[in-house]
């Protein structure tokens, strides 16, 4: 049996081998189209999300199923998918700072008055929280990918066509294009446009206040993002979004005034009740959606595959909170 699969981001990437590691062969297809949130994404995994530092009820298990996963791949390959990080989280009110002493010990580092902030560079008048994170470099994973399905002839650059995958279990990851997808468009899907920034930047440090910058040393260069924006979604980079990342950043008073290199966007797959949508259509059973991930997806993915892969072959009931089932009235 051949798998068709539909879509090579990150999710398409990560599916076909988790496919692939039990036996299953798979037919990966890309068609290339403009805005993808993979080609943009800084692969930030973060545990305290949002500005109340929370940490998403299964962060610990999403982070072991990442942990077995790409050093598999990085053993093969010789190159380095996974890194961890010291995140330096900004807070902006004592409450914060609070909440991150209380809530963060499985990944506290260290934490940093207002003084040493300022010999960092930063502006933080209530410190911040050095915190154990990591960063996945999606876009370096999905090239390998394409590497090893090209090498075996499965990979083909061409949008799907359905009279040409007759009898072929097909799962669609084509992310935010899934709204054009006349089998799948009836789920309630809402994506939205992200943008990141390549700045040159002096600052050797990952920093976040919920908007961040991610620095690479050797080019002395950082990714600053991200924004959200839900309509006009093909319209490519947005100059607004570009000055309220910058604004938002206002804590790195060096950052302002540095050369933008680069200003690109994607569109996150989201979802109106922020879960994944994975599982089988309810009319076709040959067709499976596996998407909606959003902005968590470096995070969630892993873990996500292993869920539908064995709901595909052993027929395990999937999670109710990522089933599309929750959206069908029986």
């Given at each position: ?282 009319d076709n059973p040959n067709y499976y959606i596996f998407n909606g991930f959003g902005s968590r997806g470096c995070t969630t993915l892993v873990k996500s595959a292993r869920e539908f892969v064995r709901f595909f072959i052993d027929d395990l009931p999937l999670p109710e909170s990522k089933n599309l089932m929750r959206f069908i009235k029986g």
């Open positions: 049996m051949e798998v068709v699969i539909v879509g090579h981001g990150l999710a398409g990437a990560i599916l076909s081998h988790t496919l692939i590691q039990k036996g299953i062969s798979v037919c990966v297809l890309e068609a290339n189209k403009a805005h993808a949130a993979s080609k943009v994404s800084a692969g930030l995994i973060n545990p305290l999300i949002g500005p109340k530092l929370n940490i998403p009820h299964d962060f610990a298990e999403c982070m072991e199923e990442n942990l077995r996963f790409f050093p598999e791949f990085e053993k093969v390959s010789g190159q380095s998918f996974l890194e961890p990080i010291d995140l330096l989280r900004v807070f902006t009110s004592f409450a914060q700072l609070e909440k991150w002493e209380s809530i963060s010990s499985p990944y506290q580092v260290d934490l940093l008055d207002e003084a040493k902030c300022r010999k960092l560079g930063v502006d933080c008048p209530y410190g911040l929280g050095k915190t154990s994170a990591w960063i996945l470099n999606s876009e370096k994973f999905i090239t390998y990918s394409r590497s090893v399905h090209t090498s075996k002839g499965n990979y083909i650059e061409k949008a799907f066509e359905p009279e040409e995958w007759v009898n072929h279990p097909v799962i669609f990851c084509e992310g935010f294009r899934v709204t054009q997808n006349r089998w799948f468009q009836f789920l309630p899907f809402a994506p939205a446009q992200g943008e990141v920034l390549t700045v040159q930047s002096p600052l050797r440090h990952h920093l976040s206040n919920g908007t961040w910058h991610l620095c690479d040393p050797k080019s002395a260069t950082a990714k600053l993002g991200s924004s959200w924006k839900y309509d006009e979604l093909d319209g490519g980079p947005d100059e607004k979004a570009k000055r309220e990342i910058i604004q938002k950043l206002s804590f790195i008073p060096n950052i302002h005034g540095k050369k933008i290199l680069e200003h690109n966007c994607g569109v996150r797959s989201g979802t109106r009740d922020r879960q994944p949508i994975i599982g089988r259509h309810p």
